[in-house]
């Protein structure tokens, strides 16, 4: 029972900090940090679905690499947005 926990737990928090890195590196070319990366990843997996939606693209059964890049997407707007109210 216990390593379904973890393989639940696990898998989308390396997803969230992979996603979160990926889209720091292309905005400032850096990384800022597990955590933060966490937390980039895990707005922009958010922000990637609503624009999925906007889109009318369902991701639901697409697979994990069109997920992946919609996460990507999504933290990238996130982090444009950010960087255009906050610096």
Do not use: Q
């Amino acid at each position: 029972m216990l390593e379904h926990i973890a393989d639940f737990t696990a898998w989308p928090i390396l997803t969230g900090i992979l996603v979160g890195y990926i889209a720091n590196r292309i905005m400032s070319g850096e990384g800022k940090g597990c955590c933060m990366n966490l937390i980039i990843g895990i707005v922009g997996s958010y922000v990637g679905t609503f624009i999925s939606h906007l889109l009318n693209i369902e991701l639901l059964g697409k697979g994990y690499l069109t997920n992946l890049v919609f996460c990507v997407v999504g933290a990238v707007t996130f982090l444009w947005i950010w960087k255009k109210f906050f610096d």
